[in-house]
């Protein structure tokens, strides 16, 4: 699935909403990093999703949620629809974290 399109949707729509211009985000990155994410014409890593959601005051995990219902197979549906995936799909995956050792956690 393409994502860099819906992400951008999502950063603007959340950036607006917030009140925020794009040079609000200059502590994180550029106004012209954010234009590009913005119209879909570069792809974020999660360090920078990291960095724009302290702006937005979000958890990139909204984020990257909001990016799929604007965009891909589950963009008809509702947030409970999508929260509920997400959650099964967290519970079935969580009793992983518990085989890696510590040790292996701070890599």
Do not use: W
Not at 37 to 58: F, P, W, Y
Request: glycine content about 4%; charged content about 25%; overall charge negative.
């Amino acid at each position: 699935m393409e994502t860099k399109k819906p992400f951008g949707q999502a950063l603007r729509l959340a950036r607006l909403k917030k009140g925020l211009l794009q040079e609000n985000f200059e502590t994180v990155s550029s106004r012209q990093t954010v234009s590009f994410l913005e119209r879909g014409k570069s792809s974020v890593t999660l360090q920078k999703l990291d960095d724009l959601c302290s702006v937005l005051e979000v958890h990139p995990a909204t984020m990257v949620a909001f990016t799929y219902l604007l965009g891909g197979p589950t963009q008809n549906a509702s947030v409970e629809e999508l929260t509920q995936i997400i959650s099964e799909e967290l519970k079935s995956l969580e009793h992983f974290k518990d085989l890696l050792s510590q040790s292996d956690l701070q890599l």
